[in-house]
Structure formats: C-alpha cells, structure tokens
T-cell receptor
Framework: AQKVTQAQTEISVVEKEDVTLDCVYETRDTTYYLFWYKQPPSGELVFLIRRNSFDEQNEISGRYSWNFQKSTSSFNFTITASQVVDSAVYFCALRITSGGYNKLIFGAGTRLAVHP | NAGVTQTPKFQVLKTGQSMTLQCAQDMNHEYMSWYRQDPGMGLRLIHYSVGAGITDQGEVPNGYNVSRSTTEDFPLRLLSAAPSQTSVYFC????????????FGSGTRLTVV
C-alpha cells in the first residue's frame, strides 16, 4: 500500500508550547518526495516544505523544523514556541510514481489549535 | 502571475444538476490535477493531466469528467450532481520533473442539496 498516516486528528496547545505533528508513510518507491502543507481557517493550502527520499538531513526554518527518518518511515513536523497564528490544519503528503506519472497522496490532516 | 485560479469559490447545486468547476493557471505548468477534500479524509485525487490532450483518473473519478484542451485550463465537470459530491475542490498544478512543487488554487466549496 502507498499511504500517509497522520494519527493525530486534533492537537490543542497553549501559546509558547512546542508541538510535534506526526507523519508516517508507506511506499514501495525508492525515490519519493514528502511534503507538508498548512491550511489556515481561510481554506487555502500553503506549501511548507518538500523533502526527497535521498535527503535525510533535518531542516529548520524559523520556528518550524522537520525530522525525516527513513528507518521508521516518518516525517515529523515540530513547531517551537507555538503562536495563535499557527492554528490550522496541517497535511503531510507523499509524491509517488504510479502508472508512469507522479501522484500526490495526502494524509487525513491534523488540526492544531493554539490557545492564548 | 495569478498562479492557479479557481472559479467559482462557492456553489450550491440541486441533485441532478450539472456544472463545471473552472481551473486556470498562467505558469505554463504541464501537470494539473483536481482533488476533493472531505472531513477526516485529507485530499483525494479525482483526475489529473500531464499535458494538453492527456488526462487520467485518480483515486475517486466516478461522477466527474475532465478535459485538457489547452495547457492553461483544466475544467472539472459534474454531469449529474449528487449529495455525495458535496466537498471542497482544489485544483493544483506544477511543472513536470522531480524538483518542482505543487501550486494549489484557493478552492471551490460545493454543496449539493
């Protein structure tokens, strides 16, 4: 099976707490890409990061960091010192090759609520 | 550049009506696709196209038709709307090749009553 699992349906934190959103994926492809998207209450999808399967370096961008571990097929996303503006639904996605073409498979999403 | 433009933003249909959701991009992206977003299910691929004149089915194609007569446009047609098609629809595009990400439109919220 080729799928993405985001086991956390909803997370609620208080401002300034650190929070980690989990993402576990399954794929038979040896080359693939992983993504995180943010969907704020306004509804648009905002691209956060893309990581290819050959690059296991962790990445940090401001308060955001990503931990990619092929050994556990996980691509977790941590927000440090969360803020109310981080409240959104976050999607992890996997890009695979199927039938000769690339396809993007999304997890079900994690709704993050950051309270003041 | 306008990016990916979807119209309309909101639509209410009666069961059995037909309509077309429009998607246009001005980035000369070869790849375009349609997703539907339902609560607790993430986004699921309906149809996609790798270039003008080429389309293929995704994960949930039933009840939807697409065509790609130009690089810029990728309309999604509902021939006979059903309540099960109530959803938020996103169009996405990207250039082909491994190093390109997806650009999403702002979505169309469709309600079928």
């Amino acid at each position: 099976a080729q799928k993405v699992t985001q086991a956390q349906t909803e997370i609620s934190v208080v401002e300034k707490e650190d929070v980690t959103l989990d993402c576990v994926y399954e794929t038979r492809d040896t080359t693939y890409y992983l993504f995180w998207y943010k969907q704020p209450p306004s509804g648009e999808l905002v691209f956060l990061i893309r990581r290819n399967s050959f690059d296991e370096q962790n990445e940090i961008s401001g308060r955001y960091s990503w931990n990619f571990q092929k050994s556990t097929s996980s691509f977790n996303f941590t927000i440090t010192a969360s803020q109310v503006v981080d409240s959104a639904v976050y999607f992890c996605a996997l890009r695979i090759t199927s039938g000769g073409y690339n396809k993007l498979i999304f997890g079900a999403g994690t709704r993050l609520a950051v309270h003041p | 550049n306008a990016g990916v433009t979807q119209t309309p933003k909101f639509q209410v249909l009666k069961t059995g009506q037909s309509m077309t959701l429009q998607c246009a991009q001005d980035m000369n992206h070869e790849y375009m696709s349609w997703y539907r977003q339902d609560p607790g299910m993430g986004l699921r691929l309906i149809h996609y196209s790798v270039g003008a004149g080429i389309t293929d089915q995704g994960e949930v194609p039933n009840g939807y038709n697409v065509s790609r007569s130009t690089t810029e446009d990728f309309p999604l047609r509902l021939l006979s709307a059903a309540p099960s098609q109530t959803s938020v629809y996103f169009c996405a595009s990207r250039k082909t090749g491994p190093n390109y990400g997806y650009t999403f439109g702002s979505g169309t919220r469709l309600t079928v009553v």
